[in-house]
């Protein structure tokens, strides 16, 4: 078990270079750098951006920018952005990062504490009304936009009944403690529901068919045959069975945790990660684009690591060795 | 038989609403008895309600499935009223249970010991400790080599036959007086097979079980059984101690299924067999259920479901064929 994941972590690093090489070239393939586009000042001639883009490295063929900047960020640096001068791309990203992971866990852990006990209900009672009823909304989660939905329920949650604050993280910095925590959470249900509203309905969809798939089995009806209560047979001999791709895909969760949010921390004006990657897409800042993407990337293949430990600890057929 | 009998079933009817005005008869007033310590086989078809009459027994139906009417009797309780709850102090309790399947009968992800100990744990209220060394010996009992490592395994670690064996320990496991294995050795190979309902045969004496076996092997029907009751059509069609049904058959039905075995002593072209398929069961025919396939039907039989007759003292056969006194 323990070879296998660190033979897991070896495979690691070719595909880190072979991502950060697709990185890098899709952001120098898109045209324009940080000083096209703008509305450049005439009294300024054009040898001074030149020579800003020297300074940058610009002027120099791609795969020597390549190694510049991998050889920086094997060192532990992301170099500077380009919008927010002087700050480092580490520090940008670090001042976001624990918002948008609390976002992510928090709708996370919505889409469990409703996703899961529904789906295992209408498994439990296939083709009853609260069935029907959750089919719908699963096919609405599914079908609605988030930024929509994240619109309506800023309109209704916070315009009209004045609820739930709208936008932002914390009301005051100078919160500690409990009221601290309160005040977060408050302002993170909004921006959760909306988050998690596709992720619910896909779950619960998930584990309503393998309930009833599991409740089908030969070995459901050798544990009813054994004399097991019912309770038995669903939390122990059923769940136990059913959660086992549940998990696999929590696992792979963890990517489009941090990266999904992008367009949910937009509406919700949210400071996390989203909002930082869209404002450097638009403003073409590479450096913080390119950091991101690879975080992202990281994000999957650990995730997909922790799916695979996972799936072999609650099933004991899977064996990694 | 002289005690009391240890499963007492009348007027068994389980039923299957497949649609608004599709209903399927898969169990159709059905009626027997099973004393202590004796086998008795329910042989049919697939098709012919044997497996729906044991989990009927057991109250293991699942919609669209329900029990209609009748009464089980076990100690003189009727299963049928019995609550949910109460239900499973029966089960695995007072009536063990073996499957077909041991593939898949058996939890994949819990061991071996866990899922015998849990079991005796719920109907016996013992310690762990107690259960774990009971249900280590038990594992030695059906002949399990090395126990306490099995009792650490996984399912898909053991063969068939060896998780056949855990099934038959559970089954034993809280002593009940019967025991029901459906099709226990269809999923085995030969040489497995004997060992297991040699197996079985062993547990049955050891601690004097009535065993109800389900199986279509007329052959495992001789070697193992006292009584046979022929299904078909989820109803009845003969009822015979062993040896008087092989040799004194009555029923066209039966005849049929003992003309298609092969024999050792005459030399046969073809093997006989029965024509068409058994019919579905929410199509049966308006008289008798084999009246469609039977090489002596008669006008009547096409009309009228005949009754299960009293041949004698232990012979039953539901045919048109021996309603005067049974003389052909």
Known sequence: ?321 | MSSEPVLDVQKLKTYFYLDQNLVAKAVDDVSFSVYPGETVAIVGESGSGKSITALSIMQLINKPGRIVEGSIRVREKNLLDLKEKQMTTIRGNHIGMIFQEPMTALNPVFTIGNQLTEMIRKHKKVSKEIARNKATELLRVVGIPRPDAIMKEYPHQLSGGMRQRVMIAMAISCEPELIIADEPTTALDVTIQAQILDLLKDMQKRYNLAVLLITHDLGVVYEYTDRVIVMYGGQIVEQAPTKKLLSLTKHPYTNGLLSSLPNMEEDVERLGTIKGTVPAAYNFPAGCRFSTRCPAVMEKCRQINPPLLQLDADHFVRCHLYEDGGDE
């Open chain 1, 1 to 321: 078990m323990y070879q296998y994941i660190i033979r897991r972590f070896l495979i690691f690093i070719p595909m880190l270079i072979a991502l950060s090489i697709i990185v890098f070239g899709l952001a120098k393939a898109a045209p324009g750098d940080p000083f096209s586009g703008k509305i450049l000042d005439p009294e300024v001639g054009m040898e001074v951006y030149e020579k800003q883009r020297a300074e940058l490295g610009l002027d120099k063929p791609v795969p020597v920018q390549y190694v510049r900047w991998a050889s920086k960020i094997a060192q532990g640096s992301f170099g500077e952005s380009i919008t927010y001068k002087g700050r480092s791309v580490e520090s940008l990203i670090k001042e976001r990062f624990l918002n948008t992971v609390y976002l992510g866990l928090f709708a996370l852990f919505i889409t469990l504490i409703v996703a899961l006990p529904i789906g295992i209900y209408s498994a439990r009672r296939p083709y009853s009304l609260i069935d029907y009823g959750t089919t719908t909304f699963g096919f609405f989660g599914l079908a609605v936009p988030n930024f929509f939905f994240g619109l309506v329920v800023i309109y209704l949650f916070s315009i009209k009944l004045g609820w739930f604050p709208a936008q932002g993280t914390i009301s005051s910095t100078k919160l500690t403690g409990i009221a601290e925590f309160k005040d977060r959470i408050h302002h993170l249900v909004l921006p959760g529901l909306t988050l998690g509203l596709a992720s619910t309905a896909s779950y619960m969809r998930y584990m309503r068919s393998e309930v009833m798939d599991v409740l089908g089995s030969d070995f459901i009806r050798t544990a009813k045959a054994k004399g097991m209560s019912a309770n038995n047979v669903l939390y122990k001999h059923t769940l136990r069975n059913a959660m086992i791709p549940i998990i696999t895909l929590l696992g792979m969760e963890l990517g489009p945790l941090l990266g999904g949010a992008i367009i949910t921390e937009q509406v919700f004006n949210f400071p996390g990660i989203g909002t930082l990657f869209i404002g450097s897409v638009i403003n073409r800042d590479y450096p913080v684009v390119m950091a991101i993407t690879l975080l992202l990337g990281v994000a999957i293949l650990v995730g997909n690591l922790l799916a695979d430990i996972f799936y072999s600890v609650v099933d004991p057929r899977i064996r990694y060795d």
